[in-house]
Each structure stands twice: as C-alpha cells, then as structure tokens.
C-alpha cells in the first residue's frame, strides 16, 4: 500500500532529513586515510543520537548497524568492519537512515579518500547527475519509469556505465522501505503514476565498467549480504528522499541549500 504523506509528516520527515544531512557533512571533514571503517559507524551513530534520533537500520533484516559501509567495486549493503583502514583512492559509500520522533529519511553518499583520479572523478560527477535528473522526473503525473529512463539514459547510453538494476529505490515514512519501488531503469511514459504526497528515494548505483550486474556475497559469520560490481569495477552511489509535490520534487536530504534550491521546501 502506498501512503499519502500529510504537509505535518512531510515537514517531520524533512527535519530528520536536516539530520541525516549534518550526519554527511561530518564525515566530510572526518574520512581520512587509515581511518577505521568502525569509526564512521560509531560517529554516525552518536551524530544521530545527539540530535535526539535514531538509527533506523538497525534492526531491519536482522542488521546490527547505524551505516552500511561499501569500499570500492562493493556496490551497496556492505557492514562497518572493525579493523578494515581507509586508503588512498578509496571510494566510500555510506548509507544510512534516520527516525526522528518516527519520521524516517533515508540518504546514500559517495566519498573519495585522500586523492581522487580522473576515473574516480568522471564516476562520481556521472552518478551524482543521474540522481538529479531523476529527481527532476519525479514529478506530479509523471511516471516511475520517466525517472528510471532519464537515469538510464545518461548513465548507459551517454556514458557507457553500469547503471545498477537490482538495487532499487523505494517509498519511505512511516517505514524505511515502503511501497512504491523506484527502478533506476526503465521506459518513459510507464508505470506507476506520481501522485502529491508521495515521499520516496532515488537512488541510483553505477559500475564504472559499463556492465549493470553485480555479485552477491555473504558474511559467513553473519549470513549478512551484501553487493559487488559483476565487472569489479569501481561502484558509485547517491541517494536523496524527497517529496512528490504540486510545487516539484522537493529534497528531504539536502546537503547543499544553494545547489538544491528549487527542491527545498
């Protein structure tokens, strides 16, 4: 069932959105080479905790942690793992959720540590535009698959990389994953039509090396998944929950209040 988000809920929603932002902003300043991935986990969570939230993660599926911490050709879902030191060139995707008083954001971000590469630079601006453009579908009207074809297009057809079709985005609030699913591919003019009230996520995950499949991998302790790039290129991801509106598409998650603008409540 799909659930109408009120102007009340979508402005709580929009609060812990504000939070799960700062949490991003932080780890900027933060992520450094030999850095802990056990370390993000802990100051992620205590960010959220000191803002009077909750990591809402935690629990879901049986998982155990604040964040999902991807390195590299792992594409999503990967666990915080003691021990496991940043490097130079690293490509870090940090994914996480957060319920404030019940109102739930959820919000993926990619980080390079120490220095970048051309390669790593070309992935990252690829994959962040192909969320926008996304976001600029998500329209009243419109339909699931006008998201999924903008994304499509750029990241395959324009740029020759994978563009992830097993991952998917989806409705979100009062649950972290709701219905409707958000594919990242797709026809225009098809499925699902966008209705004012509907709050999802657009997330959209992109393989360097041009194929869209991936890999499952499990963690014998934990008989946790998690996934890789088929090709074990280098894997990008950028995730924002945003509101469907009679205004636009309006971001929950926003990190850069002059960028995003014209998506701001």
């Known amino acids: 069932m799909i659930t109408l988000k009120s102007k009340r809920e979508i402005e709580g929603m929009q609060h812990s959105g504000a939070i799960l932002a700062g949490a991003h902003l932080m780890l900027r300043d933060k992520l450094h080479v030999g850095m802990d991935t ?3 986990e802990q100051s992620v969570d205590q960010y959220i905790q000191d803002h009077d939230a909750i990591a809402s993660e935690k629990g879901v599926d049986g998982y155990k942690y604040a964040t999902c911490i991807s390195i590299n050709d792992e594409v999503a879902h990967a666990t915080p793992r003691k021990g496991l030191k940043l490097k130079n060139h690293d490509v870090v995707k940090v994914d996480f959720c957060v319920s404030w008083h019940g109102y ?3 919000s993926a971000w990619t980080y390079v540590v120490g220095d970048s ?3 790593i630079d ?3 601006a690829v994959t962040h535009k192909a969320l926008y453009l996304g976001i600029e579908q998500a329209q009243v009207g419109n339909r699931v698959g006008d998201i999924g074809h903008a994304i499509e297009e750029y990241v395959e057809t324009k740029h020759h990389m994978g563009d992830v079709r097993e991952l998917i985005g989806h409705g979100i609030g009062p649950s972290v994953h709701e219905a409707p699913d958000i594919y990242h591919y797709g026809m225009p003019h098809q499925g699902l039509r966008l209705k004012a009230g509907m709050v999802i996520t657009i997330e959209p995950m992109v393989n360097a090396g041009g194929s869209w499949e ?3 991998k499990i963690v014998p302790e934990t008989g946790w998944e998690y996934y890789l790039s088929g090709d074990r290129s280098l894997s990008a991801q950028f995730e924002h929950t945003l509101a469907i509106t009679n205004d636009g598409p309006k971001i929950l998650t ?3 209040p002059i960028g995003d603008k014209k998506y701001l409540l």
Do not use: G, H
Request: aromatic share 6%; proline share 6%.
């Open 38 to 40: 056990w370390k993000i």
């Open 104 to 106: 739930q954001s959820d």
């Open 117 to 119: 590469t051309p390669e």
């Open 122 to 124: 070309k992935l990252l």
């Open 214 to 216: 991936i890999d499952t």
């Open 254 to 256: 926003s990190q850069d």
